[in-house]
């Protein structure tokens, strides 16, 4: 079992930058990549960023040069560092654990990006 517990979201002016967290307990060794969701008001939900286990990272087109995704060890925490926010990226973001039994989801946290 995987637990994922994220913070960091909030209210943000265009332009601005906030960075979310994700932290995972549990059976940590057995999660193979690690990924950031998001899912908008009446939208499907999308893959935003992920990093392997070896730490390799990758983004989706849309938030490539913007958002920067990268994990702690240490602290067995992925984070997701967003700059230039635009408000089409006010969306509820999930962290996502993949292992090969099963996904894990956060519960989200709410980024809203408006003037």
């Known amino acids: 079992q995987v637990q994922l517990v994220e913070s960091g979201g909030g209210l943000v002016q265009p332009g601005g930058s906030l960075r979310l967290s994700c932290t995972a307990s549990g059976s940590m060794f057995s999660i193979f990549v690690m990924s950031w969701y998001r899912q908008a008001p009446e939208k499907q939900r999308e893959l935003v960023a992920t990093?392997?286990?070896?730490?390799?990272?990758n983004s989706a087109d849309s938030v490539k040069g913007r958002f920067t995704i990268s994990r702690d060890n240490a602290k067995n925490t992925v984070y997701l560092q967003m700059n230039s926010l635009k408000p089409e990226d006010t969306a509820v973001y999930y962290c996502n654990a993949w292992t090969p039994q099963r996904n894990y989801w956060g519960q989200g946290t709410q980024v809203t990006v408006s003037s």
């Open positions: 990093i392997t286990k070896g730490g390799s990272p």
